[in-house]
């Protein structure tokens, strides 16, 4: 959500912002709430001098109470009665004028960053450095799915009669694997200064309202019948959510935290082959990275972050690529996004494993989260960033480390955490 007041004295530049995420449906939003503005200002004018007059009056009662004149005094205390009235219809009226103002500017999109490449959609995002040679081994790389059944490591079938389709089980020496990534990203973070938290995997509606937008929330987040709480899809949600209504001690910037949690969406996988696999879910589980800093480091944080998950990926042996996301790919809330991309050997091509966002001070701005400086008091800015998301991450790793008599390989970085095992053997059946 952008300031109201950056709204007010640059409408044309949020117009054109909306242009270049190809929104323009939104546009008249710009002027409805440049109107309901002046209206509830307005309005706020007249209550305070009401209240201001109200304040006068009332002393003027005592004083002529005091004096005994009495008929003076209960006319005063008509005009103060008549004042009131009006006073009571005001401020209902600047409350309605205010959650007008407020729903439409949740719909607003935020300022991207003048870097952003404009675009329509995920299809013109463009690619900004590799890492890591993308190669395409002499063999041919099997299914995902087929690598996991050759050592007995997935079930969907059982999944699907307890849970249905988009849930999995992983088993054995898969599930090891699985856990062992995990781990190593949580002491990765830890290893590059962030703290680590476990969050609650279930939030309420004002918090899922100050992290993302309507589209996203009705999209991805299942509720909870009868509760006010919504299943996470994210660690961010609870994480930002942590300093609702907050203001953070300006020293203790920047916030820097790295969280577990499992996370649950509603998007339903692809169809055909890809059902087979795990690469969409209903459930999964990431190690994030979550950062609240001033504004002035918030873009050196952006580079930091996204970077950790490519420093991360490549000691797993994972070829990665970093994709900027054009205008109209980014949510409503963001300012500029990337996403990093692993190499699949299997599909010669990369595909999604993460993605770093600064928002600004959105999120802060609709939860109320804010420091206190020198400058006074203001909204701190929010990142987030995935280190691993897997199973996807779990996919790349597969695929990467692979071998041609369908052994698969243990980075060494993961090999403390899988009892020292260098390789996995396929099971005989």
Known sequence: MIDIKFLRENPEAVKENIRKKFQDSKLPMVDEVIALDAESRK????????????????????GLMAQGKKEEAEAKKAEVAAGAKRLEELERSEEELQEKITKIMMVIPNIIDPSVPIGKDDSENVEIEKFGEPVVPDFEVPYHADILDSINGLDKESAGRTSGNGFYYLIGDAARIHSAM?????????????????????????????????????????????????????????????????????????????????????EVGSHGMEERGVYRVHQFEKQEMVVLCKPE???????????YTVEFFRSLDIPVRTLECCSGD?????????????????????????????????????????????????????????VLATPRGLIAFLENNVNEDGSIRIPVALRPYMGGKEKIEPVQK
């Open 43 to 62: 309005a706020k004018q007249e209550a305070d001098e009401l209240r201001a007059a109200r304040n006068r009056i009332s002393k003027e009662i005592g």
């Open 182 to 266: 995990i781990s190593y990203a949580r002491d990765f973070m830890i290893d590059k200064g962030f703290t680590y938290c476990i969050p609650p995997f279930m939030i309420r509606s004002s918090v899922v309202n100050g992290v993302m937008s309507f589209s996203e929330m009705e999209a991805m987040m299942y509720k909870i019948e009868g509760e006010d709480l919504y299943l996470i899809g994210t660690s961010e949600h609870s994480m930002i959510g942590k300093f609702k209504g907050q203001i953070v001690n300006e020293g203790s910037l920047p916030i820097t935290m790295t969280s577990y949690s499992p996370c649950f969406r509603k």
């Open 297 to 307: 480091d918030s873009m050196d944080w952006y580079n930091k972050m996204w970077s």
């Open 330 to 386: 980014l949510a409503d809330l963001k300012v500029k996004s990337c996403d990093v991309e692993a190499w699949s050997p299997r599909q010669k091509k990369y595909f999604e494993v993460g993605s770093c966002s600064t928002l600004g001070d959105a999120q802060a701005r609709r939860l109320g989260i804010r420091t206190k400086g020198e400058k006074g008091t203001y909204y701190v800015h929010t990142l987030n960033n995935t």
